[in-house]
Protein backbone atom coordinates (compact mmCIF):
# COMPACT_ATOMS: atom_id res chain seq x y z
CA UNK A 1 0.00 0.00 0.00
CA UNK A 2 1.29 3.69 -0.88
CA UNK A 3 2.37 5.63 1.98
CA UNK A 4 2.69 9.15 1.08
CA UNK A 5 4.88 11.13 2.09
CA UNK A 6 6.28 14.73 2.31
CA UNK A 7 7.00 16.91 -1.32
CA UNK A 8 10.00 18.85 0.18
CA UNK A 9 12.90 20.55 -1.75
CA UNK A 10 11.89 19.29 -5.51
CA UNK A 11 11.47 15.46 -4.06
CA UNK A 12 8.89 13.26 -2.49
CA UNK A 13 10.38 12.27 0.94
CA UNK A 14 9.41 9.88 3.75
CA UNK A 15 7.71 10.96 6.53
CA UNK A 16 9.91 10.61 9.72
CA UNK A 17 7.70 11.17 12.94
CA UNK A 18 6.24 7.40 12.73
CA UNK A 19 2.35 9.30 12.91
CA UNK A 20 0.32 8.41 9.76
CA UNK A 21 -3.66 8.49 8.84
CA UNK A 22 -5.36 6.51 6.40
CA UNK A 23 -6.86 8.01 2.87
CA UNK A 24 -9.69 6.04 2.34
CA UNK A 25 -11.94 5.29 -1.01
CA UNK A 26 -15.15 6.72 -0.67
CA UNK A 27 -16.72 4.85 -4.01
CA UNK A 28 -15.68 1.11 -1.60
CA UNK A 29 -14.64 2.32 1.86
CA UNK A 30 -11.45 0.64 1.48
CA UNK A 31 -8.00 2.27 3.07
CA UNK A 32 -6.25 2.95 -0.45
CA UNK A 33 -3.24 4.60 0.95
CA UNK A 34 -1.40 5.92 3.94
CA UNK A 35 -0.47 9.16 4.48
CA UNK A 36 2.26 10.31 6.65
CA UNK A 37 1.93 13.14 9.58
CA UNK A 38 4.32 16.11 9.90
CA UNK A 39 6.39 16.41 12.98
CA UNK A 40 7.35 20.21 13.94
CA UNK A 41 10.56 19.46 12.58
CA UNK A 42 9.52 18.10 9.27
CA UNK A 43 7.71 21.40 8.78
CA UNK A 44 11.11 23.19 10.06
CA UNK A 45 13.19 21.73 7.51
CA UNK A 46 10.12 22.25 5.08
CA UNK A 47 10.74 26.41 6.37
CA UNK A 48 14.60 26.05 5.88
CA UNK A 49 14.26 24.97 2.35
CA UNK A 50 11.95 28.04 1.41
CA UNK A 51 13.74 30.12 2.87
CA UNK A 52 16.84 29.50 0.85
CA UNK A 53 14.76 29.58 -2.05
CA UNK A 54 13.45 32.39 -2.16
CA UNK A 55 16.70 34.08 -2.11
CA UNK A 56 17.15 32.98 -5.88
CA UNK A 57 13.37 33.21 -7.01
CA UNK A 58 12.08 36.45 -5.36
CA UNK A 59 15.01 37.75 -7.62
CA UNK A 60 14.16 36.46 -10.84
CA UNK A 61 12.23 39.14 -13.09
CA UNK A 62 8.49 39.12 -13.32
CA UNK A 63 8.14 37.63 -16.58
CA UNK A 64 10.65 34.65 -15.91
CA UNK A 65 8.45 33.82 -13.29
CA UNK A 66 5.31 34.47 -15.39
CA UNK A 67 6.84 31.99 -17.48
CA UNK A 68 7.21 29.10 -15.28
CA UNK A 69 3.07 29.73 -14.88
CA UNK A 70 2.82 29.36 -18.43
CA UNK A 71 4.64 26.29 -18.31
CA UNK A 72 2.62 24.82 -15.55
CA UNK A 73 -0.57 25.68 -17.05
CA UNK A 74 0.33 23.49 -19.68
CA UNK A 75 1.45 20.28 -17.92
CA UNK A 76 -2.08 20.58 -16.02
CA UNK A 77 -4.07 20.61 -18.79
CA UNK A 78 -1.58 17.58 -20.12
CA UNK A 79 -2.34 15.97 -17.24
CA UNK A 80 -5.68 16.64 -16.61
CA UNK A 81 -7.23 13.00 -16.80
CA UNK A 82 -4.56 11.61 -14.49
CA UNK A 83 -5.26 14.65 -12.32
CA UNK A 84 -9.07 14.19 -12.09
CA UNK A 85 -8.86 10.32 -11.82
CA UNK A 86 -6.88 10.90 -9.06
CA UNK A 87 -8.95 13.40 -7.41
CA UNK A 88 -12.36 11.55 -7.52
CA UNK A 89 -10.38 8.13 -6.45
CA UNK A 90 -9.45 9.90 -2.98
CA UNK A 91 -12.66 12.53 -2.71
CA UNK A 92 -15.58 10.71 -4.38
CA UNK A 93 -16.74 13.36 -6.57
CA UNK A 94 -17.70 12.32 -10.15
CA UNK A 95 -15.00 12.73 -13.21
CA UNK A 96 -16.98 15.56 -14.32
CA UNK A 97 -16.78 17.62 -11.89
CA UNK A 98 -13.46 16.85 -10.59
CA UNK A 99 -12.26 18.57 -14.18
CA UNK A 100 -14.05 21.46 -12.93
CA UNK A 101 -12.45 21.06 -9.53
CA UNK A 102 -8.44 21.64 -11.36
CA UNK A 103 -9.98 23.76 -14.11
CA UNK A 104 -11.25 26.10 -11.27
CA UNK A 105 -8.00 26.26 -9.94
CA UNK A 106 -6.10 26.64 -13.50
CA UNK A 107 -8.14 29.79 -14.24
CA UNK A 108 -6.01 31.25 -10.87
CA UNK A 109 -3.13 29.99 -12.91
CA UNK A 110 -4.05 31.75 -15.83
CA UNK A 111 -4.45 35.17 -13.82
CA UNK A 112 -1.20 34.42 -11.96
CA UNK A 113 0.58 34.62 -15.49
CA UNK A 114 -0.16 38.71 -15.75
CA UNK A 115 1.83 38.84 -12.30
CA UNK A 116 4.27 41.36 -14.25
CA UNK A 117 1.48 43.43 -14.99
CA UNK A 118 -0.09 42.82 -11.15
CA UNK A 119 2.46 43.58 -9.29
CA UNK A 120 4.20 46.89 -10.92
CA UNK A 121 4.24 49.72 -8.92
CA UNK A 122 3.20 52.91 -8.63
CA UNK A 123 5.09 56.75 -9.09
CA UNK A 124 5.09 59.96 -8.87
CA UNK A 125 7.72 62.28 -10.95
CA UNK A 126 8.07 65.35 -9.06
CA UNK A 127 6.57 65.56 -5.97
CA UNK A 128 8.19 68.05 -4.68
CA UNK A 129 11.76 69.97 -5.76
CA UNK A 130 13.98 66.76 -7.69
CA UNK A 131 11.56 64.84 -5.39
CA UNK A 132 10.32 61.27 -6.93
CA UNK A 133 7.83 58.99 -4.92
CA UNK A 134 7.57 54.97 -6.50
CA UNK A 135 6.04 52.18 -3.97
CA UNK A 136 6.20 48.33 -4.94
CA UNK A 137 5.24 45.24 -4.44
CA UNK A 138 7.50 42.81 -2.86
CA UNK A 139 6.58 39.06 -2.00
CA UNK A 140 6.53 38.10 1.82
CA UNK A 141 8.81 35.12 1.94
CA UNK A 142 8.22 32.05 3.53
CA UNK A 143 4.12 31.86 3.28
CA UNK A 144 1.64 28.56 3.82
CA UNK A 145 -1.50 27.58 2.67
CA UNK A 146 -3.64 24.77 4.54
CA UNK A 147 -6.51 23.68 2.55
CA UNK A 148 -9.55 21.03 3.00
CA UNK A 149 -10.81 18.04 1.55
CA UNK A 150 -13.37 19.09 -0.72
CA UNK A 151 -11.51 21.09 -3.37
CA UNK A 152 -8.15 19.42 -3.43
CA UNK A 153 -6.89 21.16 -6.76
CA UNK A 154 -8.59 24.51 -7.05
CA UNK A 155 -8.19 25.88 -3.40
CA UNK A 156 -4.10 25.05 -3.36
CA UNK A 157 -3.79 26.15 -6.88
CA UNK A 158 -6.14 30.02 -5.31
CA UNK A 159 -3.09 30.25 -3.20
CA UNK A 160 -0.41 28.98 -4.37
CA UNK A 161 -0.20 30.01 -8.00
CA UNK A 162 -0.69 33.97 -6.70
CA UNK A 163 1.81 33.20 -4.46
CA UNK A 164 4.62 31.86 -6.14
CA UNK A 165 3.75 34.21 -8.89
CA UNK A 166 4.39 36.85 -6.64
CA UNK A 167 7.92 35.52 -5.96
CA UNK A 168 7.03 34.14 -2.57
CA UNK A 169 7.85 29.93 -1.57
CA UNK A 170 4.77 28.47 -1.00
CA UNK A 171 4.37 25.68 1.90
CA UNK A 172 0.93 23.53 1.58
CA UNK A 173 -0.29 21.30 4.49
CA UNK A 174 -3.12 19.99 2.33
CA UNK A 175 -6.16 17.82 3.60
CA UNK A 176 -5.21 14.39 5.22
CA UNK A 177 -8.59 13.31 3.62
CA UNK A 178 -7.07 13.07 -0.47
CA UNK A 179 -3.71 14.39 -0.18
CA UNK A 180 -2.10 13.14 -3.75
CA UNK A 181 -3.68 15.91 -6.29
CA UNK A 182 -1.57 18.42 -4.35
CA UNK A 183 1.54 16.18 -3.79
CA UNK A 184 1.36 15.64 -7.75
CA UNK A 185 0.87 19.42 -8.63
CA UNK A 186 4.29 20.13 -6.41
CA UNK A 187 5.62 17.91 -8.85
CA UNK A 188 4.36 19.45 -11.99
CA UNK A 189 5.55 22.93 -10.68
CA UNK A 190 9.18 21.75 -10.17
CA UNK A 191 8.92 19.93 -13.84
CA UNK A 192 7.16 23.51 -15.25
CA UNK A 193 10.45 25.32 -14.05
CA UNK A 194 9.89 26.16 -10.28
CA UNK A 195 13.27 26.57 -8.75
CA UNK A 196 13.41 23.17 -5.33
CA UNK A 197 11.55 24.58 -2.68
CA UNK A 198 9.05 27.05 -4.25
CA UNK A 199 6.29 24.50 -3.30
CA UNK A 200 6.33 22.02 -0.88
CA UNK A 201 3.69 19.97 -0.02
CA UNK A 202 3.63 18.95 3.99
CA UNK A 203 1.40 16.77 4.83
CA UNK A 204 -0.40 15.86 8.51
CA UNK A 205 -2.66 16.88 11.21
CA UNK A 206 -2.97 19.54 13.63
CA UNK A 207 0.43 18.94 14.81
CA UNK A 208 1.85 20.26 10.99
CA UNK A 209 -1.22 23.23 11.66
CA UNK A 210 0.14 24.35 14.65
CA UNK A 211 3.74 24.19 13.13
CA UNK A 212 2.81 26.98 10.64
CA UNK A 213 1.35 29.25 13.11
CA UNK A 214 4.17 29.11 15.54
CA UNK A 215 7.16 29.19 12.50
CA UNK A 216 8.46 32.33 12.73
CA UNK A 217 10.00 32.28 9.62
CA UNK A 218 6.41 31.55 7.61
CA UNK A 219 5.18 35.21 6.68
CA UNK A 220 1.55 34.66 6.17
CA UNK A 221 -1.07 31.89 6.03
CA UNK A 222 -3.83 31.37 3.88
CA UNK A 223 -6.28 29.18 5.60
CA UNK A 224 -10.21 27.67 3.66
CA UNK A 225 -11.85 24.65 5.87
CA UNK A 226 -14.61 25.34 8.87
CA UNK A 227 -15.16 28.07 10.62
CA UNK A 228 -14.13 26.90 14.20
CA UNK A 229 -10.77 25.59 12.74
CA UNK A 230 -10.76 29.17 10.54
CA UNK A 231 -11.21 31.16 13.66
CA UNK A 232 -8.67 29.41 15.33
CA UNK A 233 -6.05 29.48 12.85
CA UNK A 234 -6.83 33.35 12.40
CA UNK A 235 -6.47 33.98 16.34
CA UNK A 236 -3.23 31.79 16.77
CA UNK A 237 -1.40 32.96 13.44
CA UNK A 238 -2.29 37.12 14.11
CA UNK A 239 -1.18 36.60 17.74
CA UNK A 240 2.03 35.30 16.43
CA UNK A 241 2.11 38.21 13.99
CA UNK A 242 1.32 36.60 10.67
CA UNK A 243 -0.68 38.07 8.22
CA UNK A 244 -3.95 35.31 8.18
CA UNK A 245 -6.78 34.97 5.51
CA UNK A 246 -9.53 32.41 7.02
CA UNK A 247 -12.01 31.26 4.67
CA UNK A 248 -15.03 28.85 6.48
CA UNK A 249 -18.02 27.39 6.24
CA UNK A 250 -21.39 28.29 4.95
CA UNK A 251 -25.36 28.32 4.31
CA UNK A 252 -25.71 29.47 1.17
CA UNK A 253 -29.65 30.74 0.90
CA UNK A 254 -31.33 31.09 -2.78
CA UNK A 255 -34.41 33.14 -2.63
CA UNK A 256 -37.40 32.46 -5.05
CA UNK A 257 -39.34 35.32 -5.94
CA UNK A 258 -42.62 34.71 -7.08
CA UNK A 259 -42.03 35.71 -10.49
CA UNK A 260 -39.15 33.59 -11.22
CA UNK A 261 -38.97 30.57 -13.80
CA UNK A 262 -39.83 27.80 -11.76
CA UNK A 263 -38.84 25.15 -14.03
CA UNK A 264 -35.03 27.01 -14.48
CA UNK A 265 -34.66 27.71 -10.73
CA UNK A 266 -35.05 23.92 -10.05
CA UNK A 267 -32.47 22.56 -12.21
CA UNK A 268 -30.30 25.68 -10.72
CA UNK A 269 -31.09 24.31 -7.05
CA UNK A 270 -30.69 20.33 -8.07
CA UNK A 271 -26.92 21.21 -9.24
CA UNK A 272 -26.09 23.61 -6.81
CA UNK A 273 -27.60 21.89 -4.13
CA UNK A 274 -26.81 18.35 -4.76
CA UNK A 275 -23.79 18.31 -7.03
CA UNK A 276 -20.19 16.69 -5.21
CA UNK A 277 -22.94 15.69 -2.57
CA UNK A 278 -23.77 19.16 -1.51
CA UNK A 279 -20.12 18.80 -0.11
CA UNK A 280 -19.11 22.94 -1.30
CA UNK A 281 -19.05 25.67 0.65
CA UNK A 282 -21.01 27.43 -2.57
CA UNK A 283 -23.44 24.48 -2.37
CA UNK A 284 -27.31 25.87 -1.79
CA UNK A 285 -28.55 24.51 0.93
CA UNK A 286 -31.62 26.70 2.04
CA UNK A 287 -34.16 27.36 -0.47
CA UNK A 288 -36.43 30.23 0.30
CA UNK A 289 -39.74 30.55 -1.91
CA UNK A 290 -41.44 33.73 -0.65
CA UNK A 291 -45.19 33.41 -1.00
CA UNK A 292 -47.07 29.83 -0.24
CA UNK A 293 -47.51 29.98 -3.97
CA UNK A 294 -44.52 29.75 -5.09
CA UNK A 295 -43.06 27.29 -2.30
CA UNK A 296 -46.20 24.80 -2.72
CA UNK A 297 -45.57 25.24 -6.53
CA UNK A 298 -41.91 24.28 -5.80
CA UNK A 299 -42.14 22.06 -3.74
CA UNK A 300 -43.87 19.93 -6.13
CA UNK A 301 -41.15 20.20 -8.67
CA UNK A 302 -38.43 19.63 -6.57
CA UNK A 303 -39.49 16.33 -4.91
CA UNK A 304 -39.73 14.14 -7.25
CA UNK A 305 -36.65 15.44 -8.82
CA UNK A 306 -34.57 14.66 -5.92
CA UNK A 307 -36.47 11.67 -5.19
CA UNK A 308 -35.09 10.88 -9.19
CA UNK A 309 -31.07 11.43 -8.40
CA UNK A 310 -28.39 9.30 -9.83
CA UNK A 311 -26.13 8.51 -7.13
CA UNK A 312 -23.01 6.17 -8.54
CA UNK A 313 -19.59 5.66 -8.41
CA UNK A 314 -17.19 8.63 -9.53
CA UNK A 315 -16.51 7.23 -12.84
CA UNK A 316 -20.01 6.30 -13.48
CA UNK A 317 -20.75 9.11 -16.61
CA UNK A 318 -24.33 8.66 -15.52
CA UNK A 319 -24.34 9.77 -11.81
CA UNK A 320 -25.36 13.01 -10.70
CA UNK A 321 -23.42 12.89 -7.73
CA UNK A 322 -20.79 10.25 -5.41
CA UNK A 323 -20.36 9.09 -2.03
CA UNK A 324 -19.69 11.18 0.79
CA UNK A 325 -15.74 11.99 1.98
CA UNK A 326 -15.82 9.48 4.73
CA UNK A 327 -18.21 7.15 7.12
CA UNK A 328 -17.75 9.52 9.76
CA UNK A 329 -19.10 12.30 7.67
CA UNK A 330 -21.86 10.36 6.31
CA UNK A 331 -22.68 9.57 9.99
CA UNK A 332 -22.23 13.07 10.80
CA UNK A 333 -24.65 14.26 7.57
CA UNK A 334 -27.57 11.22 8.90
CA UNK A 335 -27.18 12.72 12.53
CA UNK A 336 -28.40 15.79 11.08
CA UNK A 337 -31.47 14.83 9.39
CA UNK A 338 -32.77 12.92 12.34
CA UNK A 339 -32.11 16.03 14.34
CA UNK A 340 -34.14 18.24 11.54
CA UNK A 341 -37.16 15.45 12.22
CA UNK A 342 -36.67 15.96 16.03
CA UNK A 343 -37.22 19.58 15.45
CA UNK A 344 -40.38 19.31 13.04
CA UNK A 345 -38.60 19.85 10.35
CA UNK A 346 -40.77 18.24 7.57
CA UNK A 347 -38.91 15.78 5.45
CA UNK A 348 -40.13 15.36 2.28
CA UNK A 349 -37.36 12.96 0.74
CA UNK A 350 -35.56 10.68 2.97
CA UNK A 351 -31.80 10.02 1.57
CA UNK A 352 -30.38 8.15 4.82
CA UNK A 353 -30.88 4.72 3.94
CA UNK A 354 -29.66 4.88 0.56
CA UNK A 355 -27.37 1.87 -0.63
CA UNK A 356 -25.55 1.51 -4.35
CA UNK A 357 -25.89 -2.03 -5.12
CA UNK A 358 -22.36 -3.74 -5.25
CA UNK A 359 -20.86 -0.55 -3.15
CA UNK A 360 -22.28 -1.63 -0.12
CA UNK A 361 -19.86 -0.40 1.94
CA UNK A 362 -18.58 3.31 0.04
CA UNK A 363 -20.32 6.39 1.68
CA UNK A 364 -23.49 7.20 -0.69
CA UNK A 365 -26.55 8.70 0.67
CA UNK A 366 -29.34 9.50 -1.48
CA UNK A 367 -30.86 13.13 -2.04
CA UNK A 368 -32.97 14.72 1.27
CA UNK A 369 -34.92 17.40 1.11
CA UNK A 370 -37.13 19.04 3.50
CA UNK A 371 -39.86 21.53 4.12
CA UNK A 372 -40.85 23.83 6.67
CA UNK A 373 -37.35 24.57 7.69
CA UNK A 374 -37.38 27.87 10.60
CA UNK A 375 -34.38 29.77 11.98
CA UNK A 376 -34.32 28.74 15.53
CA UNK A 377 -33.92 25.21 14.27
CA UNK A 378 -30.17 23.61 14.74
CA UNK A 379 -30.20 22.05 11.34
CA UNK A 380 -30.84 25.38 9.98
CA UNK A 381 -28.17 27.49 11.78
CA UNK A 382 -25.60 24.99 11.41
CA UNK A 383 -23.25 24.14 7.95
CA UNK A 384 -24.66 20.12 6.88
CA UNK A 385 -22.68 19.75 4.12
CA UNK A 386 -24.13 16.87 2.57
CA UNK A 387 -26.95 16.30 -0.03
CA UNK A 388 -29.64 17.78 1.73
CA UNK A 389 -31.49 20.80 0.88
CA UNK A 390 -33.59 22.65 3.18
CA UNK A 391 -36.97 25.02 2.78
CA UNK A 392 -37.53 27.52 4.65
CA UNK A 393 -40.54 29.55 3.47
CA UNK A 394 -41.23 33.07 3.75
CA UNK A 395 -44.03 35.45 3.58
CA UNK A 396 -42.25 38.03 1.71
CA UNK A 397 -39.15 39.74 0.33
CA UNK A 398 -38.03 41.41 3.51
CA UNK A 399 -38.33 38.60 5.53
CA UNK A 400 -36.71 36.63 3.00
CA UNK A 401 -33.94 38.96 2.52
CA UNK A 402 -33.65 38.70 6.77
CA UNK A 403 -32.94 34.94 6.30
CA UNK A 404 -29.56 35.39 5.15
CA UNK A 405 -28.44 38.65 6.65
CA UNK A 406 -29.46 36.91 9.97
CA UNK A 407 -27.48 33.64 9.53
CA UNK A 408 -23.77 33.65 11.15
CA UNK A 409 -22.58 32.71 7.41
CA UNK A 410 -22.38 34.72 4.97
CA UNK A 411 -20.49 33.36 1.91
CA UNK A 412 -22.85 32.79 -0.84
CA UNK A 413 -26.37 33.95 -1.75
CA UNK A 414 -28.57 34.04 -4.69
CA UNK A 415 -31.89 35.36 -5.83
CA UNK A 416 -34.38 34.03 -8.70
CA UNK A 417 -36.27 36.56 -10.00
CA UNK A 418 -37.62 38.76 -13.18
CA UNK A 419 -37.60 42.11 -11.14
CA UNK A 420 -34.49 43.95 -12.22
CA UNK A 421 -35.50 46.01 -9.21
CA UNK A 422 -36.30 43.55 -6.29
CA UNK A 423 -32.39 42.23 -7.58
CA UNK A 424 -31.05 45.16 -7.01
CA UNK A 425 -32.61 46.00 -3.78
CA UNK A 426 -31.36 42.40 -2.60
CA UNK A 427 -27.57 42.61 -4.07
CA UNK A 428 -27.37 45.77 -1.80
CA UNK A 429 -28.97 45.30 0.87
CA UNK A 430 -28.06 41.69 1.71
CA UNK A 431 -25.07 40.42 4.37
CA UNK A 432 -23.55 38.03 2.11
CA UNK A 433 -19.88 38.25 0.82
CA UNK A 434 -20.65 36.53 -2.51
CA UNK A 435 -24.10 37.63 -4.74
CA UNK A 436 -25.92 35.39 -7.38
CA UNK A 437 -28.30 36.96 -9.33
CA UNK A 438 -30.20 34.18 -11.35
CA UNK A 439 -26.68 32.45 -10.75
CA UNK A 440 -26.76 29.80 -8.23
CA UNK A 441 -23.06 29.27 -7.36
CA UNK A 442 -21.75 32.93 -7.59
CA UNK A 443 -18.27 32.07 -7.31
CA UNK A 444 -16.55 34.83 -8.85
CA UNK A 445 -13.82 34.14 -11.42
CA UNK A 446 -10.08 34.39 -10.78
CA UNK A 447 -9.31 37.94 -11.69
CA UNK A 448 -12.48 38.90 -9.09
CA UNK A 449 -11.86 38.02 -5.50
CA UNK A 450 -13.43 35.31 -3.55
CA UNK A 451 -14.66 35.85 -0.27
CA UNK A 452 -17.60 35.62 2.46
CA UNK A 453 -18.83 37.91 5.28
CA UNK A 454 -19.24 37.13 8.77
CA UNK A 455 -18.34 33.42 10.56
CA UNK A 456 -17.51 32.51 6.73
CA UNK A 457 -14.28 34.25 6.68
CA UNK A 458 -11.92 35.77 9.11
CA UNK A 459 -9.80 38.87 8.02
CA UNK A 460 -9.90 41.47 5.41
CA UNK A 461 -8.46 40.37 2.73
CA UNK A 462 -10.15 37.95 0.13
CA UNK A 463 -8.40 34.75 -1.88
CA UNK A 464 -7.08 35.49 -5.46
CA UNK A 465 -7.89 38.25 -7.70
CA UNK A 466 -6.08 41.62 -7.11
CA UNK A 467 -6.88 41.08 -3.35
CA UNK A 468 -4.45 38.07 -3.62
CA UNK A 469 -1.84 39.72 -4.99
CA UNK A 470 -2.07 42.43 -1.75
CA UNK A 471 -2.32 39.42 0.34
CA UNK A 472 1.17 37.68 -0.89
CA UNK A 473 2.71 41.18 -1.45
CA UNK A 474 3.72 44.31 1.05
CA UNK A 475 3.80 47.46 -0.32
CA UNK A 476 7.41 49.36 0.33
CA UNK A 477 7.59 53.34 -0.86
CA UNK A 478 10.65 55.35 -1.53
CA UNK A 479 10.88 59.09 -1.22
CA UNK A 480 13.83 60.22 -3.33
CA UNK A 481 15.41 63.34 -4.07
CA UNK A 482 18.62 64.01 -6.20
CA UNK A 483 18.87 67.77 -5.72
CA UNK A 484 20.14 69.87 -8.96
CA UNK A 485 24.05 71.56 -8.02
CA UNK A 486 24.40 69.85 -4.53
CA UNK A 487 22.05 72.23 -2.47
CA UNK A 488 22.37 71.63 1.09
CA UNK A 489 19.38 71.99 3.52
CA UNK A 490 19.78 73.49 7.31
CA UNK A 491 17.92 70.69 9.42
CA UNK A 492 14.21 71.23 10.24
CA UNK A 493 12.40 70.33 13.44
CA UNK A 494 9.40 70.53 11.56
CA UNK A 495 7.56 67.93 9.75
CA UNK A 496 7.92 68.49 6.05
CA UNK A 497 5.11 69.38 4.17
CA UNK A 498 4.32 70.19 0.62
CA UNK A 499 3.93 73.97 -0.18
P1 LIG B 1 -11.61 21.21 8.15
O1 LIG B 1 -11.75 22.49 8.89
O2 LIG B 1 -11.90 19.94 8.85
O3 LIG B 1 -10.09 21.06 7.62
C1 LIG B 1 -9.44 22.10 6.92
C2 LIG B 1 -7.94 22.00 7.18
O4 LIG B 1 -7.71 22.21 8.57
C3 LIG B 1 -7.34 20.65 6.83
O5 LIG B 1 -6.09 20.84 6.22
C4 LIG B 1 -7.24 19.96 8.18
O6 LIG B 1 -6.17 19.04 8.24
C5 LIG B 1 -7.00 21.11 9.12
N1 LIG B 1 -7.51 20.86 10.47
C6 LIG B 1 -8.57 20.06 10.80
N2 LIG B 1 -8.75 20.07 12.13
C7 LIG B 1 -7.81 20.88 12.66
C8 LIG B 1 -7.49 21.30 13.99
N3 LIG B 1 -8.18 20.88 15.04
N4 LIG B 1 -6.47 22.16 14.16
C9 LIG B 1 -5.75 22.59 13.11
N5 LIG B 1 -6.02 22.22 11.83
C10 LIG B 1 -7.02 21.38 11.60
O7 LIG B 1 -12.46 21.35 6.82
P2 LIG B 1 -12.77 20.24 5.73
O8 LIG B 1 -13.74 19.26 6.32
O9 LIG B 1 -11.53 19.71 5.12
O10 LIG B 1 -13.50 21.12 4.62
C11 LIG B 1 -14.86 21.41 4.64
C12 LIG B 1 -15.13 22.78 5.24
O11 LIG B 1 -14.42 23.77 4.51
C13 LIG B 1 -16.59 23.19 5.17
O12 LIG B 1 -16.92 23.85 6.36
C14 LIG B 1 -16.63 24.15 3.99
O13 LIG B 1 -17.67 25.07 4.01
C15 LIG B 1 -15.32 24.82 4.15
N6 LIG B 1 -14.90 25.44 2.91
C16 LIG B 1 -14.93 26.79 2.84
C17 LIG B 1 -14.57 27.44 1.68
C18 LIG B 1 -14.57 28.93 1.60
O14 LIG B 1 -13.92 29.44 0.72
N7 LIG B 1 -15.25 29.63 2.47
C19 LIG B 1 -14.16 26.68 0.56
C20 LIG B 1 -14.14 25.30 0.67
C21 LIG B 1 -14.51 24.68 1.85
Not at 131 to 148: E, H, W
Not at 173 to 196: I, Q
Not at 256 to 264: F, G, R, S, T, Y
Not at 323 to 352: C, F, M, N, S, W
Request: include cysteine.
Amino acid sequence: MKTHGHFLNGVEVAGTSGRFGEVFNPATGEVQSKVAFASKAEMRLAVEHAKKAFREWSAINPQRRARVMFNFKALVEKNMDELAAMLSAEHGKVLADSRGDVQRGLEVIEFACGIPHLQKGEYTEGAGPGIDIYSMRQPLGVVAGITPFNFPAMIPMWMFGVAIACGNCFINKPSEKDPSVPMRLAELMMEAGAPAGVLQVVNGDKEAVDAILDDPDIQAVSFVGSSAIAQYVYSRGTANGKRVQAMGGAKNHAIIMPDADLDQVTNELIGAGYGSAGERCMAISVAVPVGQKTADALVAKLKPRVESLRVGIPTDPEADYGPVVTAAHREKVKAYIDQGVAEGAKLLVDGRNFKLQGYENGYYMGGSLFDHVTPEMKTYQDEIFGPVLQIARAEDFDSALALPTNHQYGNGVAIFTRDGDAAREFASRVQVGMVGINVPIPVPLAYHTFGGWKRSAFGDVNQHGPEGVRFYTRVKTVTARWPKGGVRENASFVIPTMK
